[in-house]
Nanobody
């Protein structure tokens, strides 16, 4: 079955950088929509970026444009989320999600079928 595993979370100082990884297993076909979401305590899950593995197109929430970069390593079936100029409000659990055989720009969590367990990002000032 399809599984997603995130890694790379941890503590980072405000202004620093962090790179999260999400590796997919159980599916090696084309056209996966891979998205990153985050959820802070007491807040709703927020979509921040999506990458379409077929072609590599990317889309970002307005709140993170210019600071977050999503990329992929197709050989490793891994998608990355680079977070630069980290802000205190970036502290959250970050999840990756996937939907197979589609191309999308949506950051609606309902759209995605597969989810990882999340990786915690804490920000120190």
């Amino acid at each position: 079955q399809v599984q997603l595993v995130e890694s790379g979370g941890g503590s980072v100082q405000a202004g620093g950088s962090l790179r999260l990884s999400c590796t997919i297993s159980g599916y090696t076909g084309p056209r996966i929509a891979m998205a990153w979401f985050r959820q802070a305590p007491g807040k709703e899950r927020e979509g921040v970026a999506v990458l379409n593995t077929g072609g590599g197109s990317t889309y970002y929430a307005d709140s993170v444009k210019g600071r977050f970069i999503v990329s992929q390593d197709t050989a490793k079936y891994t998608v990355y989320l680079q977070i630069d100029s980290v802000k205190p409000e970036d502290a959250a659990i970050y999840y990756c999600a996937a939907k197979l055989r589609v191309w999308t720009t949506t950051l609606d969590p309902i759209f995605y079928d597969y989810w990882g367990r999340g990786t915690q990002v804490t920000v120190s000032s």
